[in-house]
């Protein structure tokens, strides 16, 4: 019998997961599995917890939540020396990563990957003391993303980002920035730079083409400043992946970056508030267990 542990929070997205528990419990006892669940109730509740699995040994660690929910749990994992492999159960409004990585709101398609056992390695990046899995990033998209209200953000999902973000449209203003990439220094005034692992956020689909999650580089996509309609057109080029032949974006691959502003700027971290700049990002390559499907 397979030993499964369980994460999930009760409101990410539409808070709808929970209803489900007892689905999941049946397609993993009905597979030989056993499952322990935990519930959330804070985002601090999430390390004491990993800390004690520590010595149960499980097969594998499914994660119910949103983006938010799956950074925290990698986190701790990561922290706390924690070697098993991850199946996500997308419930989130975004869930960038877990569409990256093939899970997708179907329940059974999702715990048949956990229950068939196989896995891949995936990168992982790190921000000073913390790890991300998809994206670091600075600058106008993060307060738009830190600022979009919970139920709005439920209601309307992933669009909220957006009307919120044309609504702040006459507000954005650039950010002076050094990034120091691989030894490589870039320096002048940006809209907005994102530091990502695989090519989706924010559910565009391809904003970095050539982002590998194992390729251990890290994809640097950087909006120069520019006027509100210059913006507006890399926003819809964004849809299709053209935005990386405008002479207003910057993208590079690297392993290493340093990242400094002349002013204090709040960063975001997997769509969690992330530190303070300067950031000092690093790649560990192939450092995840991510169950995938057969
Ligand atoms: N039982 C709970 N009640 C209220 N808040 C909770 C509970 N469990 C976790 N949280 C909070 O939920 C937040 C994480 O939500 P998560 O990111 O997983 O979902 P989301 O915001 O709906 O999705 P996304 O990040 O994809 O937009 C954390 O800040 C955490 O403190």
Not at 44 to 72: C, M, N, Y
């Amino acid at each position: 019998m397979k030993k499964y542990v369980l994460i999930y929070n009760p409101v990410a997205g539409d808070a709808k997961f929970k209803s489900r528990l007892d689905e999941v419990v049946e397609y993993l006892q009905v597979s030989d599995g056993i499952v322990l669940p935990f519930r959330t109730r804070y985002k601090e509740d999430i390390r004491p917890f990993i800390r004690q699995i520590k010595e149960i040994g499980a097969d594998g660690l499914i994660v119910s939540g949103g983006d938010g929910t799956v950074h925290q749990v990698i986190n701790a994992m990561l922290t706390e020396d924690v070697d098993m492999p991850v199946g996500i159960i997308p419930s989130g409004t975004c869930n960038d990563f877990s569409s990256h990585v093939s899970f997708d709101k179907n329940l059974s398609r999702c715990l048949s990957a956990v229950t068939g056992g196989q896995w891949r390695m995936v990168d992982v990046g790190k921000v000073n003391e913390e790890y991300f899995l998809n994206v670091a990033s600075a600058g106008l998209l993060t307060s738009v993303a830190h600022s979009v209200d919970t139920s709005l953000k439920n209601t309307v999902g992933r669009l909220a980002y957006y009307f919120k973000g044309l609504g702040q449209l006459p507000n954005f203003r650039s950010l002076h920035v050094k990034i120091t990439a691989d030894g490589q220094e870039i320096e002048g005034d940006i809209l907005l730079f994102l530091v990502m692992n695989s090519g989706i956020v924010g559910s565009f689909p391809s904003l970095a083409p050539a982002a590998r999650i194992d390729d251990g580089k890290l994809d640097l996509l950087i909006i120069n400043k520019c006027s509100i309609s210059e913006l507006m057109g890399l926003f819809i080029s964004m849809f299709s992946g053209r935005h990386i032949l405008s002479k207003h974006i910057r993208n590079l691959q690297a392993k290493e970056l340093y990242i400094e502003c002349d002013e204090p700027v709040d960063s975001d971290l997997d769509g969690e508030q992330g530190p303070l700049l300067p950031l000092a990002i690093s790649t560990f390559t192939k450092k995840l267990k991510v169950f995938q499907l057969p």
